[in-house]
C-alpha cells in the first residue's frame, strides 16, 4: 500500500473543507448575532474578575472559596 504525502492529504482536506457548504458560517453577514444582556453582563464581571486577581486561577478559586464561606446559607448550589 503506497503512502500519501502530508503535503497531498492537506490539499484534499482544504478542497474539501471549501467546497462543504451544507452548513452556514457562524458570523455569516446575512445574520445579525443577538446579544444578550444578561450573559453580557456575566461575562463582563468574569473578565473583571479575572483581571482583577490576576488572571491568576489559584487566586480566582480562593475568592470563590471565600465568597462561599461568607455567604454561607444563602448560597444554593445545585
Do not use: C, W, Y
Not at 452556514?24 to 450573559?39: G, Y
Request: proline residues 3%.
Amino acid at each position: 500500500m503506497r503512502m500519501r504525502s502530508d503535503s497531498f492529504a492537506n490539499s484534499v482536506k482544504t478542497k474539501a473543507m471549501k467546497s462543504h457548504k451544507s452548513a452556514p458560517l457562524k458570523n455569516s453577514e446575512s445574520r445579525t448575532l443577538f446579544e444578550d444582556p444578561i450573559v453580557k453582563e456575566v461575562r463582563d464581571s468574569r473578565h473583571e474578575l479575572a483581571s482583577r486577581l490576576d488572571n491568576d486561577l489559584q487566586k480566582i478559586a480562593h475568592d470563590l472559596i471565600l465568597r462561599q464561606k461568607q455567604l454561607g446559607d444563602r448560597l444554593r448550589v445545585s
